[in-house]
């Protein structure tokens, strides 16, 4: 590992630490909610990139399969389920149903 | 379109209202914690201790060649029978909380999915058995491979065939507690044979966490789309006769 | 060099979700903010065991962040489906709606 | 074959096979738990038994030795909690049967009584593996994993009553216990950072003055008093245990606070007792202080008796941490048998509480204290259970509470600590304002209306309370045994190779 490789690696690892920083700040940050799950899955997928820089495979696959690959659309299903009633049903076919409580 | 707007708005009018107040102290706060954090992690003595030199020298009779499952399924296999039945805690709870979502009144799946859902299935089913069976020595394992498992149920749930919902909770059940039965029975046969709980004869204990393995990333896959699919089968209302269970205060 | 950047990359991770989980209101942003407190903890364990030899590298604290990641997601999954019936239970419009759905539902079997 | 010394076990495999089976069996749940209970206070005597001769154990579990495995304790502590639990365990599945069977032949809501009884019993289950696993672990972090499944557990019961106010009270208590586990994996995160090993014993030895180890302290500290709930932090405790079901409310109460309070203990005075200043101890006093006088003051100001009993709660956890203080100056091992005394005290005499609370609820559906005058023509034995653990509260002569409270006494006053005596004294004298607040209406104040009784009371709600209530009582009388029990060697000196074979 010579000194150009290292100093690659450290240029990496700056950038990547700062990607996974800004995406934390906005995801919680964010004023939509739906943005937020969105930046949350980039950041999970982030985090597997950073598990497979420290040599730590096993964790990577399992960050980007259940961190960002099923947490997100949890969150995701969660959100649709409590705004189904609330402010308006989206139906499957896009017509805007009324919605009497607003 | 109005109606959005007006939440966006009282939405960040309401964040700013927040803003002024308490943050500033919480934010002197967190700032002060960070330093202090930071300070701590700098002053720990440099050569980082690590029980890789431990883990290296009994990995031969642990039964499989990846250091981390070799860990996670033999050295501290207690841990994660708990962790397991962690696992299952979390799918009791969100059915004991509500029922799944009756399937919405769609009119028929579009085709593409259904092809899609009919060519991915099989894929998923060999993908995530070969990552659980890649576990013994390579990258991969029960919670990886279950995953993946996973998400082929989920795309079935997705897909709006009649039959997911409607399916009674037994064999549901019996799925998800296969990992955490496997582990129990792998305990007590540890006890009566070897003399110690979860201790596993060196020469096949490589069949037993394969084994368990197995048993495992199953109960893994059908707990996560159990989570995914937000409350007990609908399969389970049959049992309970209907009444409307108008929420009258003084529940016991 | 590396454990260092990481290390405090977590550290900060650990208090963006502290944080984020005592200011924000809703239950969704809180859960948000319990994974990043998570996910920041995992990455401070795991800078510890980082070693420039890829023979060298101890499984024990990735052992104990895949047990952490499992946890976390069964907690995340327990909060969100309790938000949610918290949300359909306090609602008008969704309570009239499910009790009917329910009541088709009864019909069909 | 199966050597003795795998008794140890067996309180960590009963319930959790239990869980399992009545979790697919859902018919036969009621009797896998009475079989896995009674099997786990069965192990609980037979532990006592062996510990009383061969002292300490240690169990490495898979055969593999403390710095790469994990290993189980038995030590004087740990089986007094054990047994308590035990104790505990049988009494709560008898009333949990009889509450049931109660509720399910009502017919206001048929079809959620039975949801309920059929998840309780795994929840339940689970709840009492945690419990075991969590006093007898001797890894810190496979202590955090038994915490998680305790947390989670709880909050799965506290919501099983489906009222929405039951599941808002049990979300913020999984997200408190959430952030009340995450600091304590951040303090276990820098333990292993500065040692890299994570048995007690071992850590024991090492443990030294380094910033590593003070901001670990700091964090598993902050978290684990979270989830005790003391005073500034218990805004979670009395929402959560008022809205249960009766024995959800009496598991919550009686033994899942008590858990992570004897992890604390057990971090502050087995493990790291050297590296602590005397500060610290007087901030736990300090907190314990305004835990007992805020907690019985809310708890004078409630309407409802079960928000009352869950106040008192808050209250009675406050002297635990006056003991802090105290037993820094006394010595540790009087220190574990004043605060445990208490503990196991208080464990029985809250269940019997919560047990007749739930009692009364059931059988007149309400629980406005004004409107109890004349229960006790209907319920005599839920009506005399809630006094005797009333007098435990209070710390009146034979009851356990009073040989805590006349220890605690003893040590401040000898050590000229008057602070905490006045606390004592004040704290006993609110407890008595309420539970007079609720036995004056009991039995003084006579019936005006006739009450409607919903239906005739059952035996096993009734006396599984009594025999509560009469336990703590009478365990002042036997003292001197649990005491024993802390003299034989309160931590086991085991010979370890680092590094040792298999």
């Given at each position: 590992m010579d000194a150009g490789l290292t100093y690659i690696y450290t240029c990496f690892d700056i950038v990547l630490s700062a990607a996974l920083l800004w995406l934390a700040w906005q995801l919680l940050r964010s004023t939509d909610i739906f943005k937020a799950i969105i930046f949350f899955i980039c950041f999970g997928l982030l985090m597997s990139i950073a598990w497979v820089r420290m040599h730590a495979p096993d964790v990577a696959l399992a960050e980007a399969a259940i961190g960002a690959g099923l947490t997100g659309p949890l969150f995701l299903a969660a959100l649709r389920r409590m705004e189904l009633g609330s402010r308006k049903e989206r139906r499957i076919d896009g017509k805007e149903e009324r919605s009497e409580d607003e | 379109?109005?109606?959005?707007?007006?939440?966006?708005?009282?939405?960040?009018?309401?964040?700013?209202?927040?803003?002024?107040?308490?943050?500033?102290?919480?934010?002197?706060?967190?700032?002060?914690?960070?330093?202090?954090?930071?300070?701590?992690?700098?002053?720990?003595?440099?050569?980082?201790?690590?029980?890789?030199?431990?883990?290296?020298?009994?990995?031969?009779?642990?039964?499989?060649?990846n250091p981390v499952t070799a860990v996670l399924l033999n050295f501290r296999g207690y841990d994660t029978m708990l962790e397991v039945m962690v696992f299952l805690l979390g799918a009791m709870t969100v059915w004991s909380i509500t029922h799944a979502p009756f399937p919405a009144r769609v009119a028929n799946p579009s085709p593409v999915q259904a092809t899609a859902v009919r060519l991915l299935?099989?894929?998923?089913?060999?993908?995530?058995?070969?990552?659980?069976?890649?576990?013994?020595?390579?990258?991969?394992?029960?919670?990886?491979?279950?995953?993946?498992?996973?998400?082929?149920?989920?795309?079935?749930?997705?897909?709006?065939?009649?039959?997911?919902?409607?399916?009674?909770?037994?064999?549901?059940?019996?799925?998800?507690?296969?990992?955490?039965?496997?582990?129990?029975?792998?305990?007590?046969?540890?006890?009566?044979?070897?003399?110690?709980?979860?201790?596993?004869?060196?020469?096949?204990?490589?069949?037993?966490?394969?084994?368990?393995?197995?048993?495992?990333?199953?109960?893994i896959g059908l707990t996560l789309a159990a989570f995914f699919a937000g409350g007990r089968p609908l399969g389970d209302l049959r049992e309970e006769p209907y009444k409307a269970d108008q929420d009258d205060g003084e529940e016991g | 060099m590396t454990n260092l950047l990481y290390s405090f990359t977590g550290l900060i991770l650990f208090i963006f979700g502290f944080f984020a989980l005592i200011v924000c209101a809703q239950p969704l942003r809180k859960i948000l903010g319990c994974n990043v407190m998570a996910t920041g903890i995992f990455l401070f364990l795991v800078a510890t065991s980082y070693r420039a030899d890829a023979a060298a590298i101890d499984p024990v604290p990735q052992a104990m962040v895949l047990t952490g990641i499992v946890v976390s997601v069964s907690v995340t999954a327990v909060a969100l489906v309790l938000a949610t019936s918290i949300r359909q239970a306090s609602d008008p419009f969704i309570a009239r709606r499910k009790k009917k759905a329910k009541g088709d539902a009864r019909k069909k079997q | 074959m199966?050597?003795?010394?795998?008794?140890?076990?067996?309180?960590?495999?009963?319930?959790?096979?239990?869980?399992?089976?009545?979790?697919?069996?859902?018919?036969?749940?009621?009797?896998?738990?009475m079989t896995a209970a009674a099997l786990n206070g069965l192990a609980a005597i037979i532990l006592v038994k062996q510990f009383l001769q061969a002292g300490p154990a240690v169990y490495a579990i898979g055969g593999w030795n403390p710095p790469l495995?994990?290993?189980?304790?038995?030590?004087?502590?740990?089986?007094?909690?054990?047994?308590?639990?035990?104790?505990?365990?049988?009494?709560?599945?008898?009333?949990?049967?009889?509450?049931?069977?109660?509720?399910i032949d009502e017919p206001v809501r048929i079809g959620r009584a039975e949801r309920q009884e059929s998840f309780f019993w795994p929840l339940w289950m689970l709840q009492l593996t945690a419990l075991n696993g969590l006093f007898l672990s001797g890894d810190i972090f496979n202590l955090y994993v038994t915490l998680e499944l305790l947390g989670i557990s709880a909050a799965a019961l506290a919501a099983l009553s489906g009222k929405t106010s039951a599941l808002i009270a049990s979300l913020r208590y999984l997200l408190v216990s959430l952030l009340g586990s995450l600091s304590y994996l951040l303090g276990v995160v820098f333990i292993y950072k500065t040692y890299g090993v994570l048995d007690l014993v071992l850590l024991q030895k090492m443990a030294g003055m380094e910033p590593g180890v003070i901001a670990a302290l700091a964090f598993m500290s902050v978290g684990l008093l979270l989830k005790t709930a003391l005073f500034p932090m218990h805004f979670w405790l009395p929402p959560a245990?008022?809205?249960?079901?009766?024995?959800?409310?009496?598991?919550?109460?009686?033994?899942?606070?008590?858990?992570?309070?004897?992890?604390?203990?057990?971090?502050?005075?087995?493990?790291?007792?050297?590296?602590?200043?005397?500060?610290?101890?007087?901030?736990?006093?300090?907190?314990?202080?305004?835990?007992?006088?805020?907690?019985?003051?809310?708890?004078?100001?409630?309407?409802?008796?079960?928000?009352?009993?869950?106040?008192?709660?808050?209250?009675?956890?406050?002297?635990?941490?006056?003991?802090?203080?105290?037993?820094f100056a006394g010595g540790t091992s009087q220190a574990w048998s004043t605060v445990l005394f208490m503990a196991a005290g208080h464990a029985c005499a809250k269940i019997a509480m919560f047990m007749a609370a739930g009692n009364i609820l059931l059988h007149i559906g309400h629980d406005r204290i004004k409107d109890l005058a004349g229960i006790r023509a209907h319920l005599p034995i839920t009506s005399f259970a809630y006094a005797a653990a009333g007098v435990n509260l209070i710390g009146l002569p034979p009851s356990a509470g009073f040989v805590a409270k006349w220890m605690m006494l003893i040590t401040a006053l000898s050590t000229h600590q008057w602070l905490w005596a006045l606390v004592l004294l004040a704290g006993s004298l609110l407890a008595a304002a309420y539970?007079?607040?609720?036995?004056?209406?009991?039995?003084?104040?006579?019936?005006?209306?006739?009450?409607?009784?919903?239906?005739?009371?059952?035996?096993?709600?009734?006396?599984?309370?009594?025999?509560?209530?009469?336990?703590?009582?009478?365990?002042?009388?036997?003292?001197?045994?649990?005491?024993?029990?802390?003299?034989?060697?309160?931590?086991?000196?085991?010979?370890?190779?680092?590094?040792?074979?298999?």
């Open positions: - | 379109m109005v109606r959005r707007n007006e939440a966006k708005m009282n939405n960040r009018h309401q964040t700013k209202k927040r803003l002024s107040g308490l943050l500033w102290t919480l934010l002197l706060l967190t700032i002060f914690l960070a330093g202090l954090l930071i300070w701590t992690v700098l002053n720990i003595p440099r050569p980082l201790p690590s029980l890789s030199r431990e883990t290296a020298e009994y990995l031969a009779m642990s039964g499989v060649n299935t099989p894929l998923v089913c060999l993908i995530g058995g070969y990552l659980i069976w890649q576990g013994a020595y390579q990258t991969g394992g029960a919670f990886q491979g279950g995953a993946v498992l996973s998400a082929g149920v989920v795309l079935l749930l997705i897909s709006d065939f009649i039959w997911v919902p409607r399916m009674h909770s037994l064999p549901l059940r019996l799925g998800m507690a296969v990992g955490p039965l496997l582990f129990v029975i792998l305990a007590i046969w540890g006890v009566i044979t070897e003399g110690s709980l979860l201790k596993l004869s060196p020469e096949n204990a490589w069949a037993y966490l394969l084994f368990l393995e197995a048993g495992c990333g199953i109960s | - | 199966i050597s003795a010394e795998s008794w140890i076990i067996v309180p960590v495999v009963a319930p959790l096979s239990g869980a399992l089976l009545s979790f697919l069996i859902r018919r036969g749940s009621v009797i896998i738990s495995g994990i290993t189980l304790h038995t030590d004087g502590p740990s089986l007094i909690m054990l047994a308590m639990t035990a104790v505990a365990a049988i009494a709560i599945c008898l009333y949990a049967w009889g509450y049931f069977s109660l509720r245990h008022a809205n249960a079901l009766a024995p959800v409310s009496s598991i919550l109460s009686g033994l899942v606070v008590k858990a992570s309070f004897f992890l604390l203990f057990r971090l502050w005075f087995d493990i790291f007792s050297p590296v602590l200043p005397a500060s610290a101890f007087s901030l736990m006093g300090f907190l314990g202080a305004g835990a007992v006088l805020w907690g019985a003051i809310q708890s004078l100001r409630q309407k409802r008796l079960k928000l009352l009993i869950a106040y008192s709660t808050v209250s009675q956890l406050g002297y635990l941490f006056i003991a802090f203080p105290l037993a539970v007079f607040k609720v036995t004056s209406q009991l039995f003084v104040i006579p019936p005006d209306t006739t009450l409607i009784m919903r239906h005739r009371s059952a035996p096993l709600l009734e006396w599984p309370a009594l025999i509560l209530a009469l336990i703590s009582l009478l365990m002042g009388l036997m003292a001197p045994y649990p005491l024993r029990l802390l003299e034989i060697g309160v931590t086991p000196e085991v010979v370890m190779l680092l590094g040792g074979g298999p």
